[in-house]
């Protein structure tokens, strides 16, 4: 494996070898499959769950890693292109990432959307401004509309609660939070649903529709795998008979990039909380997913979130063994 | 070993075997007893030589680490239970904790004292809080009254220089310093002297009293060991035939939490620096112990730190070893 | 080897077997050579290449390392000798050296100049007081006037470019920054590529010439080794037939120390910035080296830096191979 960007690059069969890796790794722990690896892991974003579990990835399976992020004292790093560096950045990205790269047999790369213009963050120009500098094989820790590592962590969450493919219901809902956060992880969790092939609804106000080619992507998706994407503000509607909601705040896309608008906008939508009634009509066992870090009492309840529905942790925790599964494959450790 | 809180839930038989293997490691390096084992370091408060000798013990044998603490970008951490998360923080504890603790095959926690309530902090409330939310095994890397790894490197430093155990005198001295300090090393420090089997004698001026639970919690100890513990203000007398004076700072008691009358009660100790008059009437080879930091000049003169009296190099060395034995326990590499 | 200070204290053919080393390692890997071994890394000034390389080697040995930095929260550390440490530092690097030393079995320090004197700074009067506190094995990550890995990492890229020794031609040129930097690497790349058997030019306007001690200890190295040092401001005649041009920007050895004259001289050299003109009578395939970081559009035009005379990245990347070799050496791998 030469990249892992996005999970769209990879087939349903490839995806399930990665996820059979990972529960194997997960019993059968192989401390010598990548003995005196390197992984280089380069944060322009902050992270907690990413920074934690890749470099226990590496350690579990006998490599290490290194992590180079901004908050260090490392010079201020300049972004733009063609700029007289004459101000406070004494090094630009053009010399930082080959750099970087090139102390490892891998890279992971974070670096969110801009969020200014709509189009330039889904085609990705940020990140593939990154990845065009280096020939290194190369990890998306979450790019703009992306973030496979998550994804193939919920996919083996799903998998792992028996949650059916064909015929299972996912509920991607928007809920509150004070501020305007990425779409990377409801662009790319919306696929990856499809991708399994679930009933994957959209469930969001007015002003927060996730982008027409995102939708797109995802029902072709549907289609291939024998799902589908609806989308709806009906809570209710929505919620009926789902085997799981995945709660995610993002962006509103009407107002992208405009912070006032945005705010005005989501100010009247702080019942957006998920709470124990919006699963009155769900399934029984209906889960409760979230990639985490969330707000509790303005995301979710503590009641649900402390609660048997939750499996965040879970989750979380699944990070770290499909991971493992990538690096395992990109860095040639035998299968 | 399912958690190292505190060095009384051990008996001195199993802190004997703790420190045998300790000094075994030291001479008989196993760098693969801990292939592929990874601990998770979460500092909720600052480091120097828990960071670096955890790091370090890890690699010894052949695992690894990773490191969380608050001054990483994060995204901000609220401990309070409960609350609307509408400010600030973007985590929770009570995921943040069990996330972290899930990648490793154990964690270690550092919290420190509020110093608000005494009563609150001799409960241990905070750490007690953090463990509560997880089963993954547990070093206790300092918390409001307890430094388990401080007090088994410096009962293997006392072992190493030949001090008495029964019959063997320490001073656990109260120094000046411009700051209300915890209490968590001169609380486990006077209890492992005690436990250790030595006669403790505490040393400190009015006010600085260590709490009466504390000094029972010692006393029980010592009898158990065949020690003593006293308080004394009388410098001369305390020093007399002195082993060893372990010199810390410590928050004034009487004030606990009120910040202004601590510094009115302090300003007028600073003559309370071990200097060498202190050794007048003590052992000829008394010797000097402090966790460090140490400032010099407030807490303890150059001539004392820089003379053959000072062991806190050899001290902190030894938290390196005593840690890599608790983890060669905890994880299960063969004894 | 007990330490790795100054690239002067080492044999041309003891070089030699060290790139021998470091290309049989980039080659043929050993992940286990330096098993179970740790690696302290003391910055006490800010870096990316050193901090990334350095961890990355350690791995790639089989062992590993840990990093302390200011910026970390470790209750500041005080470095004057004798003072009384009633102010914010909580600890003096007497002990903070001894210690982290004491947790390696070797150490990494990277000390920057003062810059108030050139004399202290040329007898690297703070970096040796830091090594003269332990004995365990150090290598300088860059002091005062000496950054070794660079030079070791420069002189393999020089022999990978099958740039001549004898008889090849290197300009070390200043360039113009907006700040005051340090002149480690244009003493030590001086000393370098004359002790390499080179023919030196040191290319500089008026006040940034460099001082006559360190040009005498080039010009000795190139007797012995067939090379000359030479030194002029004018551009044309430097760069006549250069294989090479390494380029960087330093303080005003005039004003050294005086920033307002320091900023006053350098204002007036804007043009001293590396472009295509510069290469008009050098060598077809003259190259551009830099240690990096770089600023562009200052020190060097975009067309440079991205056309295929620059190495930039070759040198960055020879600095883990360098300093695996330096590793290997020091701590007792099998060669």
Not at 51 to 70: C, E, H, W, Y
Not at 242 to 251: G, L, N, P, R
Not at 291 to 303: I, T
């Amino acid at each position: 494996m030469k990249a892992f960007n996005d999970l769209a690059d990879f087939s349903n069969e490839e995806i399930a070898a990665l996820l059979d890796l990972a529960g194997r790794l997960d019993l059968h722990p192989e401390p010598e499959a990548l003995r005196g690896k390197v992984l280089a892991l380069l944060f322009l974003s902050p992270s907690l769950r990413t920074l934690a579990s890749f470099q226990a990835a590496m350690t579990r399976l006998g490599g290490g890693s290194f992590v180079i992020s901004p908050e260090m004292s490392i010079h201020g790093i300049e972004t733009r292109p063609g700029i007289v560096m004459d101000g406070m950045a004494a090094e630009h990205i053009r010399e930082a990432v080959p750099v970087i790269a090139s102390y490892g047999d891998a890279i992971g790369i974070r670096a969110f959307a801009q969020r200014r213009n709509i189009e330039h963050d889904m085609n990705e120009i940020e990140y593939t401004a990154l990845t065009d500098l280096i020939d290194t094989p190369c990890i998306n820790m979450e790019s703009a509309m992306n973030h496979p590592c998550q994804n193939l962590a919920d996919w083996k969450t799903l998998d792992d609660l028996g949650v059916p493919a064909n015929g299972g219901k996912l509920v991607l809902s928007w809920a509150y939070h004070p501020k305007a956060l990425p779409l990377a992880v409801p662009s790319s969790t919306l696929h990856m649903a499809a991708k399994r092939g679930m009933d994957v609804t959209v469930l969001r106000p007015g002003g927060f529709e996730l982008p027409q080619p995102l939708m797109q992507k995802a029902r072709a998706a549907a289609q291939a795998s024998g799902g589908s994407v609806t989308e709806t503000d009906d809570r209710i509607e929505a919620m009926q008979d789902a085997h799981v909601i995945y709660a995610k705040s993002w962006s509103s896309t009407k107002h992208y990039g405009d912070k006032i608008a945005d705010e005005d906008l989501r100010s009247e939508l702080i019942d957006w909380c998920v709470d124990d009634p919006w699963f009155d009509n769900a399934k029984e066992d209906c889960r409760f997913m979230h990639c985490l870090p969330v707000r509790r009492g303005v995301v979710v309840s503590d009641a649900v979130l402390d609660g048997p529905r939750s499996v965040v942790i879970h989750e979380a925790r699944n990070r770290m063994l499909a991971q493992m599964a990538v690096l395992h494959q990109m860095l040639g450790g035998p299968l």
